[in-house]
């Protein structure tokens, strides 16, 4: 009998984490957005007012921002800097997409990023600085996409969690 209510108290316990844990992923998800977008508002300036070239603006961004944001950028930059054979955008693309699994952000803010990359670095400074404000601008409309899910979703994730836990408890005895 110990036994048994050892194990149904560690799928409790399990259950709990499981859907803490996504509801931290939704928690974290507008937040993650929102860094990128400042992410990218950095680099927007030092392009833009301070001339910097793309490689040495990534790095500066990279140094002040939180992660995921600074992971994204300093991953670029060490694909650049060690992967000689590789473009721009494919250092780009790459960096997205080992970053991404790390993150809390889904495939739309990812595919603005890659659409990004593919214009970064090939075009002049004016261009450039109108891509880097429309993947802000999707990154806004994604970032309220995610507050709204957040607010639905956390708390079912919660509950859902401990209740499918219980269930299972129920089952089992």
Not at 47 to 59: H, V
Not at 98 to 122: C, D, K
Request: with cysteine; glycine share 6%.
């Amino acid at each position: 009998m110990l036994v048994k209510l050892i194990g149904a108290a560690l799928i409790l316990f399990a259950g709990t984490m499981i859907g803490l844990l996504q509801a931290s992923r939704y928690a974290a998800r507008p937040n993650q957005i929102r860094q990128l977008i400042h992410a990218l508002q950095r680099l927007e300036t030092e392009i833009g007012y301070g001339y910097t070239p793309l490689p040495e603006a990534i790095a500066r961004c990279a140094a002040t921002m939180p992660e995921p944001a600074s992971s994204l950028l300093k991953e670029v930059i060490r694909r650049l800097s060690e992967l000689k054979e590789l473009t721009f955008r494919e250092s780009w693309e790459a960096a997205v997409l080992s970053i991404w699994p790390h993150t809390a952000m889904r495939q739309p803010e990812q595919a603005a990023l890659v659409r990004l990359g593919t214009n970064l670095g090939i075009s002049d400074r004016e261009d450039q600085m109108k891509h880097l404000k429309l993947a802000m601008q999707q990154l806004h409309l994604e970032e309220d996409a995610a507050r709204h899910d957040g607010v639905r979703y956390v708390k079912m994730w919660r509950s859902l969690g401990v209740l499918t836990a219980a269930l299972v408890v129920i089952l089992i005895l």
